[in-house]
């Protein structure tokens, strides 16, 4: 079997979750013996392939107006709406993404986020009559933004000009022939937005690493219950929540923030929080962070589509605190040390934070029961799950082929 797979970003040019996750696939399928080719963009320069892992991987350049994810400054928004209209209606990456197809010669193409791609992985399918999976990670199907989540609030629903500007995405979506998402609420949000009207799906989780859950040092050497925050530095993340409910804690906490952001962004948080039990780490591998702290905190003011972190946490063996909101409380499972806080409650998440800080030996040695609590998303389960979809995909092509061939 050879697929394709197509995400924006493929490590190691990656900026989040969605990237380990469908790299985590990619090897997954590869070692079960699927022929695995990847397309991703670049920020410029040509076409080029790359083998990674047992991986055949192609880059290619972004035709737009400029290139989103290089950290820098917000630009304007006439040239942010020209980018937008340019995803939306444009049509420059058809050429790339069929020259890829023509090299790989897949049986299945499975689209993962497509941003960047605009709809050019859909029409390709269509054009070759491949059989298309997509997989929905994320909000850019439905909002130009990704997040449903606009001027420091989550989106009651969708916007006048996100509706026009993912018209063609919602209408592709119905050309697929499954769709899988990450969450059971992120399922919920596109149907009941009526995407992929009629195309059946499925929720598969990411799955959070296999690991050694590794031992916190005691209070003898390690004193202070240390709190600590993984992933993109920016409002929709609660990342500002975070600081203020920590201002109001007692004594004996660190707080340790892990990941990149907007530079200004970041700077004007470092500035407003400057506080030395405050420790910005930058980007830092994910085992070394949980390794350093005691409890996780994922308090997303948007509804979240999964909530990797949160996973990975508890096969950590760390406390985690999480927002009531999206997938976290489905990523967290049933795990023993977990607290549910509403989303963008400072008074609640400082509150959930001080009975840790006040149960601290519950919380830094006790929430190791956590790692024993079965996963419902392993990666053998994701990777089995995903080769038991393609099957029935290809052989549904298969019938639909051979009853055409019939008439």
Same mark, same amino acid.
């Given at each position: 079997m050879r697929v394709l797979l197509v995400n924006t970003l493929y490590p190691p040019d990656s900026e989040g979750g969605a990237e380990r996750s469908v790299a985590q696939l990619a090897h997954g399928l590869a070692g079960a013996g699927v022929d695995v080719t990847v397309l991703a963009l670049k920020a410029d320069g040509a076409l080029g392939r790359e083998h990674r892992d047992g991986v055949t991987v192609w880059r290619a350049p972004m035709r737009n107006l400029y290139w989103p994810y290089d950290g820098g400054g917000r630009?304007?928004?006439?040239?942010?709406?020209?980018? /937008?209209?340019?995803?939306?209606?444009?049509?420059?990456?058809?050429?790339?993404?069929?020259?890829?197809?023509?090299?790989?010669?897949?049986? !299945?193409?499975? =689209?993962?986020?497509?941003?960047?791609?605009?709809?050019?992985?859909?029409?390709?399918?269509?054009?070759?009559?491949?059989? !298309?999976?997509?997989?929905?990670?994320?909000?850019?199907?439905? +909002?130009?933004r990704a997040a449903m989540f606009r001027k420091g609030r989550?989106?009651?629903?969708? +916007?006048?000009?996100?509706? $026009? !500007?993912?018209?063609?995405?919602? /209408?592709?979506?119905?050309?697929?022939?499954a769709w899988v998402a990450v969450s059971r609420s992120l399922a919920e949000a596109h149907l009941?937005?009526?995407?992929?009207?009629?195309?059946?799906?499925?929720?598969?989780?990411?799955?959070?690493?296999?690991v050694q859950a590794s031992v916190r040092p005691g209070f003898d050497l390690a004193p202070e219950l240390v709190f600590g925050f993984i992933g993109r530095i920016e409002p929709e993340k609660g990342v500002e929540v975070l600081l203020q409910a920590a201002m109001r804690l007692?004594?004996?906490?660190?707080?340790?923030?892990?990941?990149?952001?907007?530079?200004?962004?970041?700077?004007?948080?470092?500035?407003r929080f400057d506080d030395p039990r405050i420790d910005w780490l930058g980007q830092v591998e994910a085992e070394v962070f949980y390794r350093s702290v005691d409890v996780v905190t994922a308090p997303a003011l948007w509804a979240e589509p999964f909530g990797r972190a949160a996973a990975e946490a508890v096969a950590?063996?760390?406390? $985690?605190?999480?927002?009531?909101?999206?997938? $976290?409380?489905?990523?967290?499972?049933?795990?023993?040390?977990?607290?549910?806080?509403?989303?963008?409650?400072?008074?609640?998440?400082?509150?959930?934070?001080?009975?840790? &800080?006040?149960?601290?030996?519950?919380?830094?040695?006790? =929430?190791?029961?956590?790692?024993?609590?079965?996963?419902?998303?392993?990666?053998? =389960?994701?990777?089995?799950? /995903? !080769?038991? &979809?393609?099957?029935?995909?290809?052989?549904?092509?298969?019938?639909?082929? =051979?009853?055409?061939?019939? $008439?």
């Open positions: 630009r304007s928004a006439l040239l942010r709406m020209g980018w /937008h209209t340019v995803e939306a209606f444009g049509r420059t990456m058809d050429g790339v993404v069929a020259r890829v197809i023509q090299q790989a010669r897949p049986d !299945l193409i499975h =689209a993962q986020v497509t941003t960047g791609f605009g709809t050019s992985v859909t029409r390709a399918a269509k054009r070759t009559e491949l059989p !298309l999976v997509q997989t929905v990670r994320d909000y850019s199907l439905m +909002c130009a989550r989106c009651a629903q969708r +916007c006048g000009d996100c509706v $026009l !500007l993912t018209a063609d995405r919602k /209408h592709a979506s119905e050309r697929a022939q009941s937005e009526t995407y992929f009207d009629g195309v059946p799906g499925q929720v598969i989780g990411n799955a959070a690493a296999m007692g004594d004996g906490w660190r707080l340790k923030i892990a990941g990149r952001g907007d530079t200004a962004y970041v700077a004007a948080l470092q500035r950590q063996g760390r406390g $985690l605190i999480v927002s009531r909101i999206g997938g $976290l409380p489905e990523a967290a499972g049933d795990a023993l040390f977990v607290m549910l806080v509403e989303a963008g409650d400072v008074a609640g998440l400082a509150e959930a934070m001080q009975r840790a &800080l006040d149960a601290r030996e519950d919380w830094r040695f006790g =929430a190791m029961i956590n790692s024993r609590t079965a996963p419902r998303w392993t990666e053998a =389960a994701v990777v089995e799950e /995903h !080769l038991a &979809l393609y099957r029935e995909v290809l052989t549904r092509a298969s019938s639909t082929a =051979a009853d055409a061939s019939q $008439l």
